[in-house]
């Protein structure tokens, strides 16, 4: 069971926004400004698309976001298009001790 | 341009003890702020984050794994290892390296990965 809640598939359309969440505690998520957000291809290493909860490295569309309020923080994908199409996975900051926690990752499927 | 690529063995039997291998470039471990981390990801299941180690050789490990991971670093061959003992088959998992990237823990890019099958 892996430390940071995310839905296990969300889905859209060509053209909709959809935003996946991921839920922790006051120890990580709440915590610190320390969230990423990760996009995996079938057979792919993951992709940095967003870091410390909303700042996006560059090369990364515009079209992804990211925001937190509380616990849980959030990626919003506007505009979605089929390459979209992956698993995401959020990863957070846990302090000295627990140091990085990851998300079980959601599958994004674009109908 | 900055590249990742992991090397190791493919099979190990339980109770083994697994070596893996970072090979880097594009960047420097003795330059302030740089990191390297290891993550695996067991078959259609989650990223788990291993281990971590930073250029002045801070290491920091998984609470759930530490007392069976080593981190080290070797400046000079841009390289990072990973060990990892008692080897079971619950560990059979494609196991990435990652550079640290900003202020924070964030990884990219990633190696390509490697799949490590745990089995008899």
């Known amino acids: 069971q892996s430390a940071l809640t995310q839905p296990a598939s969300v889905s859209g359309s060509p053209g909709q926004s959809i935003t996946i969440s991921c839920t922790g505690t006051?120890?990580?998520?709440?915590?610190?400004?320390?969230v990423s957000w990760y996009q995996q291809h079938p057979g792919k290493a993951p992709k940095l698309v967003i870091f410390d909860v909303t700042e996006r490295p560059s090369g990364v569309s515009n079209r992804f976001s990211g925001s937190k309020s509380a616990n849980t923080a959030s990626l919003t994908i506007s505009g979605l298009q089929a390459e979209d199409e992956a698993d995401y996975h959020c990863c957070s900051y846990a302090g000295s001790s627990t140091f990085v926690v990851f998300g079980g990752g959601t599958k994004l499927t674009v109908l | 341009q900055i590249t990742l690529k992991e090397s190791g063995p493919t099979l190990v039997k339980p109770t083994q003890t697994l070596t893996l291998t970072c090979t880097f470039s594009g960047f420097s471990l003795s330059t302030t702020g740089v990191g390297v981390g290891w993550i695996r990801q067991p078959p259609g299941k989650a990223l788990e984050w291993l281990a971590l180690?930073?250029?002045?050789?801070?290491?920091r490990y998984s609470p759930s794994l530490k007392s069976r991971l080593t981190i080290t670093k070797d400046t000079s061959k841009n390289q990072v290892v990973l060990t990892m003992t008692n080897m079971d088959p619950v560990d059979t998992a494609t196991y990435s390296c990652?550079?640290?990237?900003?202020?924070?823990?964030?990884?990219?890019?990633w190696g390509q990965g490697t799949l490590v099958t745990v089995s008899s």
């Open positions: 006051s120890g990580d998520v709440g915590g610190y400004k320390y």
């Open positions: 990652a550079r640290l990237y900003g202020s924070g823990t964030s990884f990219d890019p």
């Open positions: 180690i930073y250029w002045d050789d801070d290491k």
